[in-house]
Nanobody, 124 residues
Framework: QVQLVESGGGLVQAGGSLRLSCAAS????????MGWFRQAPGKEREFVAA????????EYADSVQGRFTISRDNAKNTVYLQMNSLKPEDTAVYYC?????????????????WGQGTQVTVSS
């Protein structure tokens, strides 16, 4: 099992940046592919970014491609989401997720473990 705790959310003006962190418990973090998802009020949870176990492969939603960067530090059991050029439509609760697999996955149903979420609010 793995437990995930997100941090780094907050209020930022449009055009600004935030870096989210997701700290994982347990000794097998490098066995898990990781993903970031978000959910805005009244909307379904949507995929944002994902990264393979080694960090060699990444995948992004079209809406964040070129603005967000996912990375991981397996020595620190942590995955990051660097968010630049933020827009009001990026406002949402951001969740990190983990599944014990090799390939990068964009579908939320594949992920077994979820954090509690961190709020990101982008003002115009």
């Amino acid at each position: 099992q793995v437990q995930l705790v997100e941090s780094g959310g907050g209020l930022v003006q449009a055009g600004g940046s935030l870096r989210l962190s997701c700290a994982a418990s347990g000794r097998s973090f490098s066995s898990y592919a990781m993903g970031w998802f978000r959910q805005a009020p009244g909307k379904e949870r949507e995929f944002v970014a994902a990264i393979s176990r080694s960090g060699a492969s990444t995948e992004y939603a079209d809406s964040v491609q070129g603005r967000f960067t996912i990375s991981r530090d397996n020595a620190k059991n942590t995955v990051y989401l660097q968010m630049n050029s933020l827009k009001p439509e990026d406002t949402a609760v951001y969740y990190c997720a983990a599944y014990r697999g090799i390939v990068v996955v964009t579908t939320s149903g594949t992920y077994d473990y979820w954090g509690q979420g961190t709020q990101v609010t982008v003002s115009s």
